[in-house]
C-alpha cells in the first residue's frame, strides 16, 4: 500500500493579524494541489479522525517547512512550533486546533509564515490519515490560511445551552453532563423504538408516539378479539360438556322413572342450566312398574307333574274322568 505523504501548503488570504487557535488542514469533497496533483477526498471523516489521531499519540506536530519529513531522509533539527491537539470535520473541510509553542505563537503573530501544509497518507487518493503539517510560505491546496479570518464553531452562550437542556443557572457542569447522557439514552431508544413504529429513525417525537398508539392499539383489539374467541370456544365446550352429563343423567333416571320421550328432552335441557331443579322434578316421577308379578291362572298340570296324584285324589272322591270334564265345561259357562 502507498504510504507516501503528501505535502501541501494554503494559499494566502486576508490577514487579520490574529494567531489562530484552528488551523483548516483539508478541503471538502474532491481536491487537487495547484501543482496538479490529486485528485484527493475523504470518504469517512470520522474514520480519517480517529486514525490520525490515534497513530500519532494524540498529538500531531507543526513544524516549519515538512522539517520532520526531511529529517527523516538526511537528519537535522525538527522542532514543533505547535501540536495539534484535536480534529474536527466542519462544512468545509477537516480542521486542527492548535496548541502552539512560545516560538510557533510568535511566528505567526509575526507573520513570518502564511499557510499551513498538511501531509497526509492517500493511497488509491482517499485520505487515510493527516500526519503533521507545517508552517510553509509556499502553499498549494486551496485552504483557509493562517492569517484568514478563522470560521470558528458558533458557540451558543451557557445560558442559551442551559435553557435549551431546560436546566437553572446554577447547573453544575457533572450535572449537564447527565443530562446530556440522558439525552443520548433518550435519542437512542427514539431510533430503535422508531422501526417498531413503522417510521424513520429522524420521526418526530409525535409521530413515534402516535404510531406505538396505534400499534399498540392493534394489538390490544387483536389480543381481546383472541380472548373473545377463545372464551366462546370454552363456552361451547363446556356446553356440549354439560350436554352430555345431562343427557346421562337423564338416560339413568329413565331406567327407574316414567319418562317420556317429550319429557326427556325438556329435563335433559333444564338439567343443563339447573340440575338441582330437575333432579327434583324426576324424583316425583311415577316409577316403572316390576316385572315380577303374580298371575293368578290356573296352571294345567303337564305329563308327568302330578297327575298320579290327581288320579289318586279322584278316585278317593269316586269322581270319574267324564265327571270331570263336565264339570270343568259348567265352569267355563258361568
Not at 480517529?50 to 515538512?66: C, V, W
Not at 510560505?137 to 479570518?149: E, F, V
Not at 418526530?204 to 370456544?233: C, F, M, N, Y
Amino acid at each position: 500500500m502507498n504510504t507516501t505523504l503528501h505535502y501541501h501548503t494554503a494559499l494566502p488570504g486576508l490577514d487579520n493579524g490574529k494567531v489562530p487557535d484552528w488551523v483548516h488542514l483539508l478541503p471538502a469533497g474532491e481536491f487537487s494541489g495547484v501543482d496538479g496533483r490529486g485528485p484527493y477526498w475523504v470518504s469517512d471523516a470520522r474514520a480519517l479522525i480517529t486514525h490520525s489521531m490515534q497513530a500519532e499519540g494524540g498529538k500531531l506536530p507543526i513544524d516549519e517547512n515538512h522539517a520532520t519529513d526531511h529529517a527523516l531522509v538526511s537528519g537535522g533539527p525538527a522542532p514543533a512550533v505547535g501540536w495539534i491537539v484535536e480534529l474536527q470535520a466542519r462544512a468545509d473541510g477537516i480542521w486542527g486546533r492548535v496548541d502552539w509553542t512560545k516560538s510557533g505563537r510568535t511566528m505567526v503573530a509575526d507573520h513570518a509564515y502564511r499557510g499551513i501544509s498538511p501531509a497526509f497518507a492517500a493511497p488509491d487518493g482517499v485520505v487515510t490519515r493527516i500526519a503533521r503539517a507545517s508552517l510553509t510560505n509556499a502553499p498549494n491546496l486551496k485552504i483557509n490560511t493562517l492569517h484568514t479570518t478563522q470560521k470558528e464553531p458558533a458557540m451558543l452562550p451557557l445560558e442559551d445551552v442551559l435553557k435549551a437542556l431546560g436546566l437553572p443557572a446554577t447547573t453544575t457542569k457533572e450535572q449537564v453532563i447527565a443530562r446530556l447522557k440522558e439525552m443520548k439514552g433518550c435519542m437512542t431508544m427514539h431510533s430503535q423504538l422508531a422501526p417498531l413504529a413503522g417510521l424513520d429513525a429522524d420521526a418526530t417525537p409525535e409521530a413515534l408516539v402516535t404510531g406505538l398508539r396505534a400499534k399498540l392499539t392493534d394489538v390490544s383489539t387483536h389480543s381481546q378479539q383472541q380472548i373473545e374467541a377463545l372464551t366462546g370456544q370454552i363456552a361451547e365446550l363446556k356446553k356440549a360438556g354439560a350436554l352430555t352429563a345431562s343427557t346421562h343423567a337423564v338416560e339413568q333416571a329413565a331406567r327407574t322413572k316414567v319418562i317420556s320421550d317429550e319429557t326427556k328432552a325438556d329435563l335433559i335441557a333444564l338439567h343443563t342450566t339447573n340440575p338441582q331443579a330437575a333432579e327434583r322434578i324426576i324424583s316425583g316421577l311415577q316409577d316403572v312398574p316390576s316385572s315380577g308379578l303374580n298371575l293368578n291362572t290356573r296352571k294345567v298340570p303337564t305329563a308327568g307333574s302330578g297327575s298320579a296324584e290327581l288320579a289318586a285324589m279322584d278316585d278317593a272322591f269316586g269322581t270319574t274322568e267324564d265327571e270331570v270334564k263336565k264339570w270343568e265345561a259348567s265352569n267355563a259357562r258361568r
